[in-house]
């Protein structure tokens, strides 16, 4: 495959993707005044206490935007803020009781209007298709490690 052709495949079909899950899962996250990211991060702070910085990495978001974006969780009641102790540079976050309220009904949410489809497909191929994605992920991170 020509590498043009292979880039305009991918994106494409990353494209449609990215459009399909925001149709998909933004209606849920709006439901409760939150968006597709600020739902990302309460999922991604889950039940422990997260630093900003590593919420940052985990969900690829700078610094700077990881921050006044879980500051506005914290002014909308969702999580809470604390500097480290050891480490006064170090912010923690956790979910509020609302925020872990807000996080379990997105969950039924998401269990109620999606799990039927999900069943319809096979575990193997919902298998296949996360180990294709790891690989292009992979194959891409291999690429941009040897432009240097």
């Known amino acids: 495959m020509e590498i043009v052709e292979f880039k305009n495949t991918t994106w494409d079909i990353l494209r449609s993707i990215s459009e399909n899950m925001d149709k998909l899962f933004r209606p849920v996250g709006e439901h409760y005044g939150l968006t597709m990211m600020q739902v990302r991060i309460l999922l991604e702070i889950g039940n422990r206490t997260r630093t900003v910085g590593s919420l940052g990495k985990s969900i690829s978001v700078a610094g700077g935007n990881i921050s006044a974006m879980c500051k506005k969780l914290e002014k909308e009641g969702f999580v809470m803020r604390s500097r480290d102790s050891a480490d006064e540079r170090i912010v923690n976050v956790t979910l509020s009781e609302k925020g872990k309220k807000t996080i379990k009904m997105?969950?039924?949410?998401?269990?109620?209007?999606?799990?039927e489809s999900l069943a319809q497909v096979d575990q193997e191929d919902l298998r296949n298709?996360?180990?294709?994605?790891?690989?292009?992920?992979?194959?891409v991170q291999k690429m941009l490690s040897t432009r240097s």
Do not use: H, P, W
């Open 129 to 139: 298709m996360i180990i294709g994605l790891e690989k292009f992920n992979q194959m």
């Open 106 to 115: 997105i969950e039924k949410d998401l269990q109620r209007l999606y799990a």
